[in-house]
């Protein structure tokens, strides 16, 4: 039976196996633009949180507003990253193809162990448990699709603390459910990975860099027998009601 991502957008059945495709920046623009017009509903304001209780919050931010991108110097410096920031740009830089991983032209690894690894740097920040006072660094609200969708209706909500460790909300505005982010940044390649609720195996990969970027493709990776390309895109802070 071929597994589906009703939970995560996409909305019918898709073929097993790992691809990557090459989105430009014109492409990703234009729907970026598109999505951010159409986005109205005032989600991760005082309000929306009073009536999800349960949703993630922290205690401390190190900024005061959580929607607005951090820029690098000060990211990496936080989260104890000497490199440059890599970019991990899908079906160029970094291309899946015949079940292999290719960086810049190199084999680097099979699909099923690039997959690996992602669930790997999820399951860390799950298992991680962060002192509750701890202080976190927003990396701001981003509405996820696939293909030519024309509304964001799932969000997440992603945040990073000194260790590299994720969390944050996802939202399903579909059906009004908040669940929980777990995950973490792997400071060498600077590779960043979460998973939502109770599902560990379905995981979201990006570069940390990417989600500086105003939009950005993100890796879904369902186990290690799939991995599929869908598109975060940074939404803009809600006018007051």
């Known amino acids: 039976m071929r597994p589906e991502l009703r939970t995560y957008g996409y909305h019918g059945p898709i073929a097993l196996g790992h691809a990557t495709h090459y989105w430009g920046p014109a492409y990703l623009g234009s729907q970026a633009a598109y999505i951010r017009r159409s986005f109205v509903r005032p989600v991760y304001t005082p309000d929306w949180y009073r009536l999800h209780t349960g949703a993630w919050v922290a205690r401390r931010w190190r900024v005061p507003n959580f929607w607005v991108a951090p820029v690098w110097p000060a990211l990496a410096l936080y989260c104890g990253i000497n490199d440059p920031p890599i970019?991990?740009?899908?079906?160029?830089?970094?291309v899946i193809n015949n079940n292999n991983v290719y960086w810049n032209g190199e084999e680097i690894a099979t699909a099923d162990q690039y997959a690996t690894q992602a669930i790997a740097y999820s399951d860390a920040g799950r298992l991680a448990n962060p002192d509750p006072n701890e202080e976190w660094q927003p990396l701001g609200v981003f509405g996820l699709i696939q293909g030519q969708e024309q509304q964001a209706q799932q969000t997440f909500q992603l945040a990073v603390d000194r260790a590299g460790i994720v969390r944050g909300n996802y939202y399903d505005a579909n059906v009004d459910n908040t669940l929980p982010v777990y995950g973490s940044v792997d400071p060498r390649t600077q590779r960043i990975a979460w998973s939502v609720g109770d599902k560990k195996t379905v995981v979201f990969e990006t570069g940390l860099n990417n989600l500086l970027q105003p939009q950005t493709a993100v890796l879904v990776h369902h186990g290690t027998e799939q991995t599929?390309?869908?598109?975060?895109?940074?939404?803009d802070q809600p006018p007051p009601q």
């Open 87 to 94: 970019y991990y740009d899908y079906g160029a830089s970094l």
């Open 228 to 235: 599929v390309q869908m598109m975060l895109i940074r939404l």
